[in-house]
């Protein structure tokens, strides 16, 4: 199945100058989802994963079918303010501007292997800041999973050292 013709462009959006990758044409699709899905599992499904971290939002519409596949728990990474429980923190870039994320600091247990999924791989900015939040914590990294990867902007560079896979590389 092309899965990325479940892709729609939108231009200028969230800001001008950006070329947002909607992935709503491909959750609305039964079968690409779960090709989708199933694509994204399938690296991992031999490894011993502990917990699946996603990054908000739309890293939470893969990593929870994710870990239910690979029988591992689920950690939210959230924005500032968003957690409700003592956490940890991290300040990143991303392509137009800075964020913060934030992860329960009950989240991951040290040396526990920790798979870290997002929708989409760009300059690395959020991925890099996952991976900080995970090993302040004592886990493992075994991994990166994204659905889409734009390749042109080198968010790879920001992951050197890491497993990182790509469903759609474009």
Do not use: C
């Not at 090709?35 to 929870?64: H, W």
Request: hydrophobic fraction near 45%; aromatic fraction near 8%.
């Amino acid at each position: 199945m092309n899965l990325e013709s479940w892709i729609r462009d939108v231009q200028d959006f969230p800001i001008h100058g950006i070329l947002f990758k909607d992935i709503t044409p491909l959750l609305n699709d039964p079968a690409a989802l779960r090709e989708a899905v199933d694509r994204m599992v399938a690296p991992y499904r031999d490894r011993k994963i502990d917990r699946v971290v996603a990054i908000e939002s739309r890293g939470f519409l893969f990593g929870m079918p994710v870990a239910y596949q690979l029988q591992a728990g689920f950690v939210p990474v959230r924005k500032a303010g968003k957690l409700p429980s003592e956490h940890v923190g991290v300040e990143y870039s991303l392509e137009y501007g800075t964020n913060r994320l934030e992860m329960h600091r009950d989240a991951v247990q040290p040396g526990e292997t920790v798979l870290i999924v997002d929708d989409l791989l760009a300059t690395g900015g959020s991925a890099a800041a996952a991976v900080s939040l995970v090993e302040k914590l004592g886990g493992v990294v075994e991994g990166l999973d994204f659905l889409i990867e734009l390749e042109f902007l080198q968010g790879r560079k920001a992951l050197s050292g890491y497993d990182v896979f790509s469903v759609l590389r474009i």
